[in-house]
T-cell receptor
Framework: DGGITQSPKYLFRKEGQNVTLSCEQNLNHDAMYWYRQDPGQGLRLIYYSQIVNDFQKGDIAEGYSVSREKKESFPLTVTSAQKNPTAFYLC?????????????FGEGSRLTVL | AQSVAQPEDQVNVAEGNPLTVKCTYSVSGNPYLFWYVQYPNRGLQFLLKYITGDNLVKGSYGFEAEFNKSQTSFHLKKPSALVSDSALYFCAVKGNTGKLIFGQGTTLQVKP
């Protein structure tokens, strides 16, 4: 079945470590997104990519990095520069670049910094 | 400033009763509006959207939403709630920068 796969589902990290969250989609979508979800704050956009080899910062990009070398993959690295990385991270994709279409979300990755 | 507001953190309704989850927005121009649902520890699922046309939009699982331009609202409704509708609901609007702006979410609790 087509969809978005995020891994790992749960991740624990020590302070000072970088971690990479995987996001893979087989929907043939051009656009992909990373959101951060914190309780009571809704979703905040970290990075997005509308085409391979191109990506833009969202509203809270500091301390994060991404790459888009393949259409199917959009990994997110949470670096040690991110001051408060404990959160639920959601990857999404869309067939339409202008946010006029629906977003398809993965199941999320919960990162906890110990 | 562009924004989305969901004024209720939680909505409680008895099974079988109608439900409404409120959403108001602030963007210039014609808005693109969306509702998503999230079950615990899961990703969001698309319910419905308004782009243009009829102000009453029908979506998945029996949900519908009414666009009201004068009140800048896009309330989510369902005629008869189910216990399985209990979840976190997000309203979202396409902002003037082209990005999607999400509300903070409303927890819907449907009691048997």
């Amino acid at each position: 079945d087509g969809g978005i796969t995020q891994s790992p589902k749960y991740l624990f990290r020590k302070e000072g470590q970088n971690v990479t969250l995987s996001c893979e989609q087989n929907l043939n979508h051009d656009a992909m997104y990373w959101y951060r979800q914190d309780p009571g704050q809704g979703l905040r956009l970290i990075y997005y990519s509308q085409i391979v080899n191109d990506f833009q910062k969202g509203d809270i990009a500091e301390g994060y990095s991404v790459s888009r070398e393949k259409k199917e993959s959009f990994p997110l690295t949470v670096t040690s520069a991110q001051k408060n990385p404990t959160a639920f991270y959601l990857c999404a994709s869309s067939t339409e670049r202008g946010y006029t279409g629906e977003l398809f979300f993965g199941e999320g990755s919960r990162l906890t910094v110990l | 400033a562009q924004s989305v507001a969901q004024p209720e953190d939680q909505v409680n309704v008895a099974e079988g009763n109608p439900l409404t989850v409120k959403c108001t927005y602030s963007v210039s121009g014609n808005p693109y509006l969306f509702w998503y649902v999230q079950y615990p520890n899961r990703g969001l699922q698309f319910l419905l959207k308004y782009i243009t046309g009829d102000n009453l939009v029908k979506g998945s699982y029996g949900f519908e939403a009414e666009f009201n331009k004068s009140q800048t609202s896009f309330h989510l409704k369902k005629p008869s709630a189910l216990v399985s509708d209990s979840a976190l609901y997000f309203c979202a609007v396409k902002g003037n920068t082209g990005k999607l702006i999400f509300g903070q979410g409303t927890t819907l609790q449907v009691k048997p």
